[in-house]
T-cell receptor
Framework: AQSVTQLDSQVPVFEEAPVELRCNYSSSVSVYLFWYVQYPNQGLQLLLKYLSGSTLVESINGFEAEFNKSQTSFHLRKPSVHISDTAEYFCAVRPTGGFKTIFGAGTRLFVKA | DGGITQSPKYLFRKEGQNVTLSCEQNLNHDAMYWYRQDPGQGLRLIYYSQIVNDFQKGDIAEGYSVSREKKESFPLTVTSAQKNPTAFYLC????????????FGPGTRLTVT
């Protein structure tokens, strides 16, 4: 079985400051890793994903995440956040041989002016 | 535009009534999913379907039922047996490629009183 732990339920940060949202996972099989973002009262949107290859993956809006196999982590980072980044962020894993995706409980990022 | 639609956005029902939530996709995806989202608990899988006329129970299927008669449609019925049905319900789909991410609908907020 797989599990995902997002270590912070809420992260307040000032605009233009760096941020890291932490994600650890547990799995006995190989997994794909995802970060999704959810704005209020909306569905989730894919932010970035790791399938294989380079352990550092980037999104088009400046977020990046690094897959660390030894620490079973997939932390999300952004060097300078904007007010518009305020949202809930979900880390997720899916076994490479399966269809079911396991989601973390979410981290609410609140960017202050 | 390709995507997933869920209707209605908001739904109100009296306790003891069954209610059906609609989910339609025009992405030609094989797999479809239903999740329930409650504050602080992330997404929990209710049912999923990998192919037409076939579906499997997720982690919290009790009190819910689904059908998959068409590739495009995956309606969810919340029955009177569901003890705590008030929640935000999200439908998603994904391609057969297991590395593919999930695409989410905008969600339906169900309130049962």
């Amino acid at each position: 079985a797989q599990s995902v732990t997002q270590l912070d339920s809420q992260v307040p940060v000032f605009e233009e400051a760096p941020v890291e949202l932490r994600c650890n996972y547990s799995s006995s099989v190989s997994v794909y890793l995802f970060w999704y973002v959810q704005y209020p009262n909306q569905g989730l949107q894919l932010l970035l994903k790791y399938l294989s290859g380079s352990t550092l993956v980037e999104s088009i809006n400046g977020f990046e995440a690094e897959f660390n196999k030894s620490q079973t982590s997939f932390h999300l980072r952004k060097p300078s956040v904007h007010i518009s980044d305020t949202a809930e962020y979900f880390c997720a894993v899916r076994p490479t041989g399966g269809f079911k995706t396991i989601f973390g409980a979410g981290t609410r990022l609140f960017v202050k002016a | 535009d390709g995507g997933i639609t869920q209707s209605p956005k908001y739904l109100f029902r009296k306790e003891g009534q069954n209610v059906t939530l609609s989910c339609e996709q025009n992405l030609n995806h094989d797999a479809m999913y239903w999740y329930r989202q409650d504050p602080g608990q992330g997404l929990r899988l209710i049912y999923y379907s990998q192919i037409v006329n076939d579906f499997q129970k997720g982690d919290i299927a009790e009190g819910y039922s689904v059908s998959r008669e068409k590739k495009e449609s995956f309606p969810l019925t919340v029955t009177s047996a569901q003890k705590n049905p008030t929640a935000f319900y999200l439908c998603a789909s994904s391609p057969r490629d297991r590395g593919g991410e999930q695409y989410f609908g905008p969600g339906t907020r169900l309130t049962v009183t």
